[in-house]
């Protein structure tokens, strides 16, 4: 279970990118994310997964806890072999990595080879597309098919949660369909917890259980999704319609 | 002897000692891609690691040891030392603006080359026979056995790279972080391992190049030479590709070769500042090099 | 309540190099006792320092070059120590075999070097970081070969006898006389620098070194920008070469390393990069170094240490200093002077 407590993120000292930003991933939950750019979804993610230090940010207050361990002061590597998984934003596919070498990579942390073998095959039921682009550069596969490398690669690591960042994103809404059901499936399947970052709030609603609403660094609504989705005044925020969010 | 003859000899010969330029290059080039430091200190560690085979192989001090198990101790007091200056000097600059790990390579070279100094003196030594030596005739063609050992063993060498980094798991991990170090620290790859790694290599290669060198022309202090030689390589080939090395290193020999062959009587010296000439024109029209990624110039 | 510190009241105030009255005060005391300093120093039998502050001279006008060059226009020049190489041979041909009056033949050596160095400058601009540094080390490299290969550079063996000027009479061939011609040609020098740091050209090359995207789309033209620091910085490096040529009275290829390039810029760094003010304590602090290292070699109670051991010792020492102050004091010896500057100026308020 991923707990984050009252976080205050900061960055190069002086911008101020979180506050007070506290929330709850249950163990085999799917959790939303939502906020227009530049609201902090990304930075809170980052705060997860040790990344924010490689970008001269830091944590000023609250703490992170995952299992019962505070994390918020390690390396992102360590934080990775806990069992938390980052999918960055955009194409961080290995470029001159064959898929099947992103894929591998995926599963670098693990030692049960066997396993990783059929995972492997796993991924490639899946997201069939890939199996047909096994020996491609990472570079040369499209914007969707990257998503789905990026994604298959974090289940190669068989985390305990998976952290998205915007996996929606420049993606055809065919495509967002399905990259969005096989996360379900995953969930469902592997009881992988879900962190996902959106913009896209419809579609991350509909496989999530819970969400949090972000604004210039802060939660400014939460609830189980059907909630959420209902909400008039979730839909004015993330629409943009209301500039002045609701006393909640 | 017809006339073939002398062209071919140079070009053979030329090729036996690109593939040892080559191989050297390939420490720099894998430092830089997993580290992005410009070491230009690079030529100062083979020298340094010549001196170090001397010292257990050839000099008169030596203790008694059978070949392998010098060789062996001389690999292993490379990579400490590859650690060791990892530690020292790069460890902290990890996060610092590049150019200034730039500079501190220049003082690295300094250093380097004043413990060289002060060690070992001034002098050039022989490195003893640690290679078979005399002529091997090909028809007409002469070659220097030590360069035909020299040449099989820088080729091994490359191979036994170009398999760790396609087929381990640690040297795929290594080209992912070259890839995107992110990325590829969300899946567990320790930044801090990467670099001792890369370090360790550096000098292990830079070793195992000095000593391919000394014991074809000797172990002496020569590092311009070195330095410049490397630079040269890398920038031919490519400053980020393996593959670029061997094209640069063997280029840039056969070049040599043939320009003091030909030219040196006309213009007294020339092969010497050949491998610059070469390297300028190559920056000034294809900066990126032979098999350089294009994008690099922009660093 | 007393006004403390120095007010400023337009733009010129601000701009100014010496801003007060207490400043300039403190400046002639400055001025003067360098004037009568080598009269300090031959009443006190240490005339071999005066030997030592002349290179010093010599060296503060060559580094000024290159931190024009890379301290202020962010171009790394590896190859500083050719142009000065290229002044001084072309004093020591027109003086010595030409027969040429000093100072003309010492301004046309400028000249002629900054020329080169433009020419030079012209494909090399085109790259950036460490690219750059590699060609103008390549450079260097092929500027030795060519000399070395020419006839009337005397080849390896150089060129000796070169003569010593005389101004008004006075004939400039002892130290003393050398530190009267050095000294004003290093202040102007010192000057220019300041002053240029200060001028639209100067700061066109501090928007260069750190964006030059950004300073393009300002309308700064950078590569005339660049090219027009690499012609300022090098004929520093000619001047420079040509007073060292008049001043040993020999020019020869081995007096000129890439050691050198290495070293100047290791005093641009330990100074810190860009002021002025950092290129003087930087070649002032490190030639220090060697001088104590010198002396100490030399000392009665030191074990006898062979001339190659102190070569040694002088290029490590060198690089560790360098190696330190990039990683703990990156700024400089001009940060850490501005920071007790500061300190002194809130006494007893503090940080």
Request: aromatic share 10%.
């Amino acid at each position: 279970m991923l707990k984050l407590n009252k976080i205050k993120a900061v960055y190069s000292d002086v911008v101020l990118a979180l506050t007070e930003v506290s929330m709850l991933v249950e163990e085999g939950s799917i959790v939303a994310l939502l906020g227009s750019n530049g609201s902090g979804k990304s930075t809170t993610l980052k705060s997860i997964s040790g990344l924010l230090k490689t970008e001269d940010g830091k944590l000023t207050e609250g703490t992170i806890e995952f299992d019962g361990k505070r994390i918020d002061k390690l390396n992102p590597e360590k934080i990775a072999k806990l069992g938390i998984c980052h999918v960055l934003q955009g194409r961080s596919a290995f470029q001159q990595l064959t898929t099947e070498e992103n894929l591998q990579m995926g599963a670098y942390l693990r030692r049960d080879k066997d396993n990783v073998k059929r995972d492997l095959d796993q991924i490639y039921e899946y997201f069939p597309q890939l199996a047909t682009l096994r020996h491609q550069k990472g570079g040369y596969l499209s914007g969707g098919e990257q998503q789905m490398l990026i994604i298959g690669r974090a289940f190669m690591a068989r985390p305990k949660t998976m952290l998205l960042d915007e996996p929606s994103l420049g993606l055809a809404p065919g495509i967002i369909g399905s990259i969005f059901a096989i996360l379900k499936k995953i969930n469902e399947v592997e009881k992988t917890s879900l962190l996902i970052a959106e913009q896209n709030a419809i579609a991350t609603l509909n496989i999530a259980n819970y969400g949090y609403i972000l604004q210039n660094g802060r939660v400014i609504l939460e609830g189980s999704a059907q909630v959420l989705k209902n909400h008039e005044h979730a839909q004015g925020i993330y629409l943009g319609l209301n500039s002045v969010p609701p006393r909640l | 002897m017809d006339a073939l003859t002398v062209p071919l000899q140079l070009i053979l010969s030329g090729i036996l000692v690109g593939s040892v330029y080559g191989f050297i290059a390939m420490g720099f080039v894998i430092t830089y891609r997993s580290t992005q430091v410009f070491n230009m200190a690079y030529g100062q560690f083979a020298v340094l690691g010549a001196f170090i085979a001397w010292t257990f192989i050839g000099s008169p001090e030596a203790p008694r040891l059978p070949l392998p198990i010098a060789l062996f101790l001389t690999l292993v007091v490379a990579i400490l030392l590859g650690l060791v200056i990892e530690r020292l000097f790069f460890r902290r600059m990890i996060g610092r603006p590049l150019f200034a790990t730039f500079m501190l390579t220049l003082g690295l070279l300094a250093i380097l080359r004043s413990v060289v100094m002060v060690a070992w003196g001034p002098k050039s030594l022989a490195l003893a026979a640690t290679l078979p030596k005399g002529p091997v005739n090909l028809g007409d063609i002469v070659l220097a056995k030590e360069y035909l050992w020299s040449f099989c063993l820088a080729m091994v060498a490359t191979l036994a790279f170009a398999f760790f980094f396609r087929r381990t798991k640690l040297g795929l991990a290594m080209r992912a972080a070259y890839d995107n170090q992110v990325a590829a620290r969300c899946l567990g790859v320790s930044a801090e391992l990467n670099s001792q790694i890369a370090w360790a290599m550096c000098a292990l290669i830079a070793t195992i190049g000095g000593i391919l060198i000394a014991t074809v022309s000797g172990v002496s202090l020569h590092l311009s030479e070195l330095v410049m030689l490397v630079l040269a390589v890398v920038f031919i080939g490519g400053l980020d590709s393996l593959v670029g090395c061997i094209c640069g290193g063997l280029i840039l020999a056969v070049g040599t070769t043939l320009t003091s062959y030909y030219l040196n009587p006309h213009l007294p010296g020339i092969a010497t500042i050949f491998s610059m000439i070469l390297m300028l024109l190559v920056l000034l029209i294809r900066p990126s090099g032979l098999f350089g990624t294009k994008q690099i110039e922009r660093v | 309540m007393k006004r403390r510190g120095r007010t400023k009241t337009d733009y010129s105030q601000d701009m100014a190099l010496i801003g007060s009255t207490q400043q300039w005060v403190i400046l002639a005391i400055f001025l003067a006792l360098l004037v009568i300093l080598p009269h300090v120093l031959s009443w006190t039998h240490n005339l071999n320092w005066l030997t030592f502050i002349n290179f010093t001279a010599i060296t503060i006008i060559a580094v000024m070059g290159l931190n024009i060059i890379t301290g202020m226009a962010g171009q790394v020049s590896l190859g500083h120590a050719a142009f000065i190489m290229v002044g001084g041979y072309t004093l020591a041909i027109l003086t010595s075999n030409a027969h040429w009056p000093f100072w003309v033949a010492l301004i046309i050596s400028a000249i002629i070097t900054a020329v080169i160095g433009f020419i030079v400058a012209v494909p090399a601009i085109r790259l950036k970081g460490f690219y750059l540094a590699v060609v103008t080390l390549a450079f260097f490299f092929i500027a030795q070969y060519i000399i070395r290969s020419l006839g009337i550079t005397g080849g390896i063996h150089g060129i000796i006898g070169i003569p010593y000027p005389v101004v008004g009479g006075i004939k400039i061939n002892t130290d003393i006389n050398w530190y009267y011609l050095l000294l004003p040609v290093a202040i102007i020098c010192i000057i220019f620098s300041a002053n240029l740091s200060r001028s639209r050209t100067g700061r066109a090359f501090l928007a260069i070194r750190d964006n030059a995207t950004a300073a393009a789309s300002l309308g700064i033209n950078v590569p005339l920008t660049k090219l027009r620091a690499f012609f300022i910085g090098t004929l520093f490096a000619g001047l420079a070469g040509g007073l060292w040529a008049s001043y040993v009275s020999v020019v020869r290829l081995d007096q000129f390393t890439i050691w050198d390039s290495i070293w100047y810029l290791g005093m641009i760094i330990i100074g810190g990069g860009g002021s002025t003010a950092g290129v003087v304590m930087g070649v002032i602090f490190l030639r220090l170094i060697s001088q104590i290292l010198h002396v100490i070699s030399t000392a009665d109670w030191m074990p006898y240490l062979s001339s190659s051991i102190m070569v040694s010792l002088n290029y490590g020492v060198y690089g560790l200093v360098i190696v330190l102050f990039i990683s703990l004091q990156p700024y400089g010896l001009i940060s850490v002077w501005r920071k007790i500057k500061l300190n002194y100026k809130r006494w007893p308020f503090g940080t």
